[in-house]
């Protein structure tokens, strides 16, 4: 490898930490600024902080999502009022999201294919909630706020009919999963080629300053 390839590959790499760095910054941000949803439970709150995780797996790759919904997950953890779940949770769902839809723009970088890789995604993010719920997330909070009766009142309040944990994840955190995901997916499509162009040069600009060795 000559002193300039190397050179080359160093300053891509200072690029995506960089990169990586700022949208994982960005999505603790968008994390904290969560708002309520009409028709769901008042413990199910709205967040748009999947968007830069979308954006990284779109300019740096699939596991560079991944890893932006980590680190994320990581720096909120200290304000958790869930012992850790809900990040957890947050952080499996974000990564199932990034992973689905980096993969499928990865095969065809386009505009379609960018599209098809978030509603992809989106779908693929509401359909493991079921079991991250069902499994993981639920039981824990029945043991953390008084048994799954006390849960299950919040959702018969709103829907009498919602008196099972499957008929609630159903009928109100699958669609609630969906409304997120495309929320952050037409927000991804808008700013993606705008946010794209600037990465290209910043590490023009990278590259330009950073000279091979002699």
């Not at 990169?19 to 904290?32: D, E, F």
């Not at 309520?36 to 748009?48: A, E, G, N, T, Y």
């Amino acid at each position: 490898m000559t002193n300039n390839t190397k050179t080359i590959n160093q300053n891509s790499a200072i690029t995506k930490l960089t990169v990586t760095a700022m949208l994982a910054a960005v999505a603790v941000g968008l994390q904290y600024l969560e708002f309520p949803v009409p028709l769901v439970p008042s413990f199910l709150k709205m967040d748009l902080s999947d968007i830069p995780e979308l954006i990284g797996a779109f300019i740096i790759g699939p596991f560079g999502g991944a890893l932006i919904a980590l680190l994320k997950n990581l720096i909120h953890l200290p304000a958790t009022q869930t012992a850790g779940v809900g990040e957890l949770a947050n952080f499996l769902l974000g990564t199932v999201f990034s992973l689905t839809a980096g993969a499928i723009y990865k095969r065809n970088k386009t505009k379609k294919s960018a599209i098809l890789a978030c509603f992809c995604g989106t779908f693929a993010m509401a359909a493991v909630s079921f079991p991250i719920n069902l499994w993981i997330v639920y039981p824990f909070y029945a043991k953390l706020f008084g048994g799954m009766d006390t849960i299950l009142g919040l959702y018969k309040t709103i829907l009498p009919a919602s008196d099972t944990l499957p008929k609630s994840l159903l009928i109100f955190n699958i669609p609630f999963t969906l409304v997120k995901g495309v929320l952050c997916a037409v927000v991804t499509i808008l700013v993606y080629k705008p946010l794209s162009n600037l990465i290209k040069q910043l590490n023009k600009q990278i590259n330009g300053k950073r000279k091979p060795a002699a």
